[in-house]
């Protein structure tokens, strides 16, 4: 029988792990950062999350969209195209036995650029930095695509 | 060469890939769900879905959006971003050897407290119940992304 | 200690990872696609995105929403809805000891129908093209789903 804790034994395997989980809590950060502008600023999306705020007509007000909370979502989901595959191949990257240090650039290449992604799109800072931010992540992502297909296609 | 099928025989591998199975497929009655309301109270998105109720100008009115709808998409979109980081997190989380009673008393929580966020989200019941299912699902997620950087952090 | 690199000598294992990545690579497409036309369309969702092409009230006309931007849109966020699932299913899947010829069948399957699928949504093709293939691919993942949950379930 296979022992599965001896497969966290290697590293690229355990780098990959840290990363995804950092980068994955970094993500769910953006769920408590809509959550946390739709209570200061009482803007919601269901009649039922405003009743304490007034009853009937009163609470409906509050059933609107609000820039803050659009650009926290955009961000959000932007996160989520973008991790999805990251998590896929780098996964599968990871078990195809690539150096080290080649993997471990392009994890914290990615995590890099994609903290500063959040950072440029909640400041917001100009462009093209959340520009550059994201074609960072994209081209780490698809390096990792091509390595591995390159290594071992099976079609 | 490793036998993959002997990975399987790791009981928190096999409760891992049981719960996941399960909630990816609640997640995917969401897409059925959404074609369902689609289609019985005809509101479309793309002027190609609504050709067979009418021609034309006629057709263009089905061409809306209705609260049913955007309650199930939403419901559909904070599935992903919170079964997400489960799968991932939870995958290595399940490889890094965890007490098997305290990862599966994990997938219970998250997938039963996610089945119960849908619930609260379609009925809808009344606030906090979608809150409070939507937090345990969050916390149990953060608990594994937790006991995986504790003890196996490679940066 | 287990050598990871064998584990993509399992040929299901690599074929997974084959057409997972084939998928994944194809769905990060969309991301580029969307960036295609707001360039080319002028079509912006936040302000600083616009600043090129004029300042202050000239900028804000750009804030827009356009059908062929949001078609694109909606066909991404088809595709992590459905791909989603079948990167986890198929992963468990995968490792659970298929038939090889039963699980390349589903992985080929699956990919040709969501390109399908993408270019249904964006030709745009009449219906039933898109609806079609997006129902393969959907039966793919059950039946993925199904054959694991059969095999290895475990609560």
Known sequence: MVDLTQIMDDEVFMAFASYATIILSKMMLMSATTAFYRMTRKV?????????????????????????????????????ENIVPFLGIGLLYSLSGPDLSTAVLHFRLFVGARIYHTISYLTPLPQPNRALSFFIGYGVTLSMAYRLLKNKLYL
């Open 44 to 80: 919601f999306a269901n009649p039922e999350d405003c009743v304490t705020f007034g009853k009937g007509e009163n609470a409906k007000k509050y059933l609107r969209t609000d820039d803050r909370v659009e650009r926290v979502r955009r961000a959000h989901l932007n996160d989520l």
